[in-house]
């Protein structure tokens, strides 16, 4: 009996679909609306994501531009843009709001990257979690005789190949925000 591997192959992609995720939220050198993502506005009554409440645009390399669909919303908006601690500079005009970004310190570099190690270490953590979930089936099935041992230790070193193979690629990732955070 072969062992089905297609739960933890979907697992370790939904892992690093969270980790660019995550990623995406941490400011570079230049600015994305990604990173607003995880500030939530109250708007009438419920509290939601500003992507939902406006249209966020680039405006240029360190500025955003938030056009909310109803203006009586902005005040709403800036309130939880300061609550949010983005470390912006936030300036209301006609069209809506203006969000700018200052420009990156080495020590504001030096805690991203920390920032970057922790959310790694994060997604590492979850992949070995899903990693003994599976050895442990594995071991059940043997036990209960559904197959040989010689296969369970194959699919041990299948299992740790897979693991293997998303970590490098998580690795990758990090690392390519690392060198996009200290440019």
Known sequence: MSYNFSQLKERAKEIEKWLSGE????RTGRVSPAILDSVQV?????????AHVAAVSIEDAKTLRIAPWDKSQ?????????AANLGVSVSV???????????????????LAKIVNSKL????????????RVWNEIQDKEKEGGMAEDDKFRYKDELQKLVDETGTTLESLAERKDKEIMS
């Open 93 to 111: 005009d006609d069209v809506g709001i203006r969000v700018s970004f200052p420009d990156l310190t080495e020590d504001r570099r030096k805690a």
């Open 74 to 82: 902005i005040k709403e908006i800036e309130h939880a843009l300061a």
């Open 121 to 132: 270490e994060e997604a590492k953590v979850t992949l070995r979690k899903e990693r003994e």
């Open 23 to 26: 990623f995406a939220t941490l």
């Open 42 to 50: 109250e708007s009438y009554g419920a509290r939601m994501p500003i």
